[in-house]
């Protein structure tokens, strides 16, 4: 395989490691990281494409996952802050109990 | 500038450089690049460690004096050998780990600390010629780098299963986040003075003096003396050096993170912390105060890691005496300094840079202006917000004494 | 070269999965930060060194250390920690879709025809890096900066917000 394939064989387990781990838990704060696992799949092929991918302008790829790192910053507050949110409303953060739409 | 062709090339200079080379000459080319970076790690852990061992000892000493007693003065000629006698001890020491600690975690935390603070020596140029590792973005390797070490300090805390240890771990999450902010803040202006993230590229910024006689600092300039202002509060909240060794303070939480660990382990920990002080320290110097630049030169004759050493223990004796001399600061004090008071001062320091760095060309009586400006503008802030921290800050009154 | 890459997508891959799987929530996200620091190293690997940079402080630095404060925060005794296991059916179909996704995207991959390496990573400096976000990419720069601002903003008012605990109501 050639070294282009191999990272973007990488990053899908990586995406799909991700996504197993957000379906499989009910834990709201591992299902975050399964998320925040997706995501930094995705930059990883930014650089993978930058790297190796048909030359492109030389900094595009690195720019998108500079922008992919902040996005994932920003994602990680809004979400933890909801997981306080949560614990706060029904004094635990397992997901299946958080089906109230009413307080 | 005469002086200084001539001086560049003295042998006290290159002295650390050709005795790497004759070295790793002895070997087969390839095997040269290997050697000289094995050398260069173990020049690198032989001084801080020596260093290391002795700032104990300093410490102490001063610590000592400001106190009114003598300090360690028995083991050897002054106290010298006390470090060794020190390092005897915690070696044969036993290791305790508690019945219900979490094994893997509480062995991991001292291992991953010391190598974290160790990785951050390998971007700092020591020296004209000295700087072990030489990248593009090694401004920010150095704060990546630091910034795993306050993980260890978490996993320490937690894994000891102990109720002071875990208050320790949450104290030191807060406090480590908190300063983190003005800290990286308060270097961008630098980073944006100089056009580089590479430390050399910053220490070559700050060459050459103005008039022959005022050096081209960046703490000579009005942001850049906040900035080294800010910076170093944030670093001593950063290598939990008092007054913000909030996680081990022994008044109230025994000894917070290190309650549980004994013997070399708790020696390693020791160890980070000197290291951790000595790394900031050495950034601080790198990036504000000219790196291993001359101050005068008529002085360039010295070795630049002379002028390297000698300002970095100078920062690490400031350091020392702000420890004997300042008392604690309770937990809502020191987020409430972080978050009201440094992150906005870095921010706006960031703005007078940006206006400095824009005014450059001007001249004559514009300077005038161009220094009243920047000087109102780190002036300003400070006196206001620096009334509204102490506002709060008067007699406590004790309701349930 | 391929070697170094597949040792360092094994090891991530490996932590990675094993966190998922984890009883206890703290040794998930600690070894979910080797994870990222293992994408850091593969960002290096392939020559982009500020990005590989940026994820260390950032991933390492500031979200594991945010995330186990919120694991922190969010528990009532020492033991609450180890998440209870979900329904076994749960995972089985979870483990399904993962594996289905898995397999799709992997037969694309090495079904699609791909343009062959270039010889060298193209060189691009820090400088050059400032240059380009301040530059061609200004306006999404500031609207990342737009973003960033919002999402801290209500972020602090999720979880400041709400009414005060009773006194009695705190476990």
Redesign the interface.
């Known amino acids: 395989m050639s070294p282009l394939q191999l990272c973007l064989a990488f990053s899908s387990l990586l995406f799909a490691v991700g996504l197993t781990g957000a379906l499989a838990r009910s834990n709201s704060i591992l299902v975050l990281l399964g998320l925040e696992l997706m995501l930094t799949a995705g930059s990883v092929n930014f650089i993978a494409f930058w790297r190796f991918g048909p030359p492109a302008s030389p900094a595009t790829g690195v720019v998108f996952a500079i922008f992919a790192i902040a996005v994932a910053a920003a994602e990680t507050a809004v979400g933890l802050a909801l997981v306080i949110a949560v614990y706060r409303h029904q004094r635990n953060i397992r997901l299946p109990e958080a089906n109230r739409l009413k307080g | 500038m005469r002086l200084l062709a001539t001086t560049d090339s003295s042998l006290l200079e290159r002295a650390p450089v050709l005795l790497r080379d004759a070295l790793s000459g002895l070997l087969p080319p390839p095997a040269r690049w290997t050697a000289n970076a094995l050398i260069e790690i173990v020049a690198i852990l032989a001084v801080f460690g020596t260093l290391f061992a002795f700032l104990t000892l300093a410490e102490r000493k001063i610590l000592g004096r400001v106190q009114n007693r003598p300090g360690p003065n028995r083991t050897g000629w002054f106290g010298l050998l006390q470090p060794f006698a020190d390092g005897i001890k915690m070696l044969t020491k036993e290791d305790i780990v508690p019945h219900a600690a979490d094994p893997v975690l509480h062995y991991l935390a001292p291992v991953a600390l010391i190598a974290f603070s160790l990785l951050t020596f390998s971007v700092i140029p020591y020296g004209r010629d000295l700087l072990a590792v030489r990248m593009d973005a090694s401004v920010l390797f150095f704060f990546a780098a630091g910034s795993a070490t306050e993980l260890s300090v978490f996993m320490a805390g937690w894994s000891s299963h102990n109720k002071y240890s875990l208050f320790a771990a949450m104290r030191a999450l807060a406090q480590l986040i908190s300063y983190e902010l003005p800290l990286l803040l308060s270097v961008v202006p630098v980073v944006l003075a100089a056009g580089t993230l590479s430390t050399a590229g910053v220490v070559a910024a700050q060459s050459g003096w103005k008039w022959g006689l005022v050096p081209h600092w960046h703490v000579f300039t009005p942001w850049g003396a906040a900035g080294f202002a800010i910076f170093m509060v944030s670093a001593l909240a950063e290598s939990n050096r008092s007054p913000f060794d909030l996680p081990e303070a022994e008044s109230e939480l025994i000894a917070g993170h290190l309650t549980e660990y004994s013997g070399f382990k708790y020696a390693l920990f020791f160890m980070a912390e000197y290291f951790g002080m000595c790394a900031l320290s050495g950034m601080a110097v790198t990036l504000f105060l000219g790196g291993w630049q001359a101050p005068l030169p008529a002085l360039e004759f010295v070795p630049s890691y002379a002028w390297f050493a000698l300002k970095l223990l100078a920062l690490i004796a400031g350091f020392m005496w702000v420890r004997a001399t300042l008392p604690r600061l309770r937990i809502d004090q020191l987020t409430r300094l972080a978050w009201k008071f440094l992150v906005p001062l870095a921010l706006i320091n960031l703005g007078t840079a940006a206006f400095w760095s824009l005014t450059y060309p001007w001249g004559g009586s514009l300077q005038l202006l161009r220094w009243a400006v920047a000087l109102a503008l780190v002036m300003g802030p400070f006196l206001l917000l620096g009334r509204r921290l102490s506002a709060g800050l008067g007699a406590r009154t004790y309701r349930y004494a | 070269?391929?070697t170094v890459?597949?040792i360092l997508?094994l090891a991530?891959?490996g932590t990675?999965?094993v966190?998922?799987?984890l009883r206890n929530?703290?040794?998930?996200?600690?070894l979910?930060?080797a994870?990222?620091?293992g994408?850091a190293a593969?960002?290096l690997w392939?020559?982009?060194?500020?990005?590989a940079?940026?994820?260390?402080?950032?991933?390492?630095?500031?979200?594991?250390?945010?995330?186990?404060?919120?694991?922190?925060?969010?528990r009532?005794s020492?033991d609450d920690v180890a998440?209870?296991p979900?329904a076994r059916s749960?995972?089985v179909?979870?483990?399904a879709?993962?594996?289905a996704?898995?397999g799709v995207?992997?037969a694309a991959?090495?079904l699609a025809p791909?343009?062959?390496?270039?010889a060298r990573?193209?060189?691009?400096?820090?400088?050059?890096?400032g240059g380009?976000?301040m530059g061609?990419?200004a306006a999404?720069?500031l609207a990342?900066a737009v973003?960033?601002t919002v999402?801290?903003v209500?972020?602090?008012?999720?979880?400041a917000?709400?009414p005060p605990?009773k006194p009695g109501d705190t476990?």
Not at chain 3, 53 to 74: E, R
């Open positions: 070269m391929n890459l597949v997508a991530t891959l990675a999965a966190a998922m799987s929530l703290l040794h998930s996200v600690l979910l930060t994870t990222w620091a994408v593969f960002y392939a020559g982009a060194e500020f990005v940079f940026a994820q260390l402080l950032v991933y390492v630095g500031a979200i594991s250390m945010a995330v186990l404060f919120a694991v922190l925060l969010t009532h020492r998440a209870p979900a749960r995972g179909y979870a483990a879709a993962g594996a996704v898995a995207l992997l991959v090495s791909l343009a062959t390496a270039p990573a193209p060189a691009v400096s820090v400088r050059q890096l380009e976000l061609a990419h999404s720069l990342v973003l960033l999402a801290l209500g972020a602090v008012v999720l979880a917000g709400g605990e476990p």
